[in-house]
């Protein structure tokens, strides 16, 4: 109770101060709940007159080197991202758009050296090979995407592969997604 008895010069800045700044935060949460409502951007640009239907095959693992659960959790993410993202029917024969390919890297290198000589951090990196049909209109066409994610030296791969790994299946499926149908 002691602030009743401070002057109200000395009081008034840190009371307006804060109230300014809810004020603000609530005109900030009406204006992004309004946007919430009013939009939603998938980033796909797809004629779903003439686009009905998506074949994705089973991306098979062709690395030398690889992770055992890495082929399945690419496949999985990779159908979600159109299922999630796009009204595409998923299809396992005769679809209108048509992905197909293979996982063709897994491997780790050092990324930098510390001052005693040994590496600090190592790279991870995937790469697979896509190849892509619409059969609406002939586009057709066959490319490399990669990602990579590092981690600190002094831990073991087997203790953050999994992370890396979605990471770098999130980081593919979206460059994949971006190029077939978002028109990136």
Avoid: H
Avoid at 2 to 19: H, T
Avoid at 108 to 131: E, H, T
Avoid at 135 to 150: R, V
């Amino acid at each position: 109770m002691g602030w009743i008895n401070k002057p109200v010069g000395r009081m008034a800045p840190a009371f307006w101060g804060r109230a300014a700044a809810g004020v603000a935060l609530l005109a900030f949460l009406a204006v992004a709940a309004a946007g919430c409502v009013s939009y939603k951007f998938t980033g796909a640009s797809i004629d779903y007159n003439i686009i009905k239907t998506i074949q994705i095959d089973k991306i098979a693992n062709r690395a030398p080197y690889g992770w055992a659960p890495m082929e399945a959790m690419f496949n999985t993410k990779l159908s979600d991202v159109y299922a999630q993202q796009t009204r595409l029917q998923l299809v396992k024969r005769g679809g209108d758009l048509k992905i197909e390919g293979e996982i063709t890297a897994y491997d780790q290198f050092n990324k930098s050296v510390s001052a005693d000589g040994y590496s600090s951090q190592v790279q991870l990196r995937m790469a697979v090979n896509i190849r892509y049909q619409n059969t609406k209109t002939g586009e057709n066409w066959e490319k490399q995407f990669s990602a990579t994610s590092q981690y600190d030296s002094s831990q073991q791969l087997s203790a953050v592969q999994e992370t890396l790994v979605t990471e770098m299946i999130k980081d593919l499926t979206d460059q994949i997604f971006n190029a077939t149908v978002a028109n990136w």
